[in-house]
T-cell receptor, first 113, second 114 residues
Framework: GDSVTQMEGPVTLSEEAFLTINCTYT??????LFWYVQYPGEGLQLLLK?????DKGSNKGFEATYRKETTSFHLEKGSVQVSDSAVYFC????????????FGSGTRLSIRP | DVKVTQSSRYLVKRTGEKVFLECVQD?????MFWYRQDPGLGLRLIYF???????EKGDIPEGYSVSREKKERFSLILESASTNQTSMYLC???FGSGSTDTQYFGPGTRLTVL
């Protein structure tokens, strides 16, 4: 079945460092891919998404490119801030309307001032 | 903005108690979902509903039931709470079920079963 694998955390970086959180997926057909973020004490919220191969999703300085050839959707940010400290979830949803969202296990990111 | 609210942020119950978790969304969304979130396991789908009075089992429905009597409200019921149901419970809603549809989440209810 469909699945999502993302790098295990926690990830700790200094402010202004470059961030990459790896995400790879297994799916039949052409799923849509998502990154959700969960700030402390809150529910998940959509950070960005991409719906077809080579699409780049972007928001709040974060970017991720849908790479079908490597089945990846890595999250990147050029210069992280303390306020980016959160848990990040990679997710996919299959093309079929009956498909459910499949979430990765989450990566906790902590940014040091 | 879409707003999904959950009845409690924190809840402490005893083993064997019947527990109700309520979720309300204000955007006339068709679909509603209940997940539990546990460290290292991500989010796991318990139940979902595509319409009023309709429900579908997710990946881990055992020990849970749901009720959707009105479009905006989706309740999760633990008939007899057990300690292994201690978890964070997240409710979500979405407008459609297409591949691009975004799910909107509530803030979560952290349930502790003693």
């Amino acid at each position: 079945g469909d699945s999502v694998t993302q790098m295990e955390g926690p990830v700790t970086l200094s402010e202004e460092a470059f961030l990459t959180i790896n995400c790879t997926y297994t799916a039949t057909g052409y799923p849509s891919l998502f990154w959700y973020v969960q700030y402390p004490g809150e529910g998940l919220q959509l950070l960005l998404k991409a719906t077809k191969a080579d699409d780049k999703g972007s928001n709040k300085g974060f970017e991720a490119t849908y790479r079908k050839e490597t089945t990846s959707f890595h999250l990147e940010k050029g210069s992280v801030q303390v306020s980016d400290s959160a848990v990040y979830f990679c997710a996919l949803k299959g093309y079929s309307s009956a498909s459910k969202i499949i979430f990765g296990s989450g990566t906790r990111l902590s940014i040091r001032p | 903005d879409v707003k999904v609210t959950q009845s409690s942020r924190y809840l402490v119950k005893r083993t064997g108690e019947k527990v109700f978790l309520e979720c309300v969304q204000d955007m006339d969304h068709e679909n509603m979902f209940w997940y539990r979130q546990d460290p290292g396991l991500g989010l796991r789908l318990i139940y979902f509903s595509y319409d009023v009075k309709m429900k579908e089992k997710g990946d881990i429905p055992e020990g849970y039931s749901v009720s959707r009597e009105k479009k905006e409200r989706f309740s999760l019921i633990l008939e007899s709470a057990s300690t292994n149901q201690t978890s964070m419970y997240l409710c979500a809603s979405s407008f459609g079920s297409g591949s691009t549809d975004t799910q909107y989440f509530g803030p979560g209810t952290r349930l502790t079963v003693l």
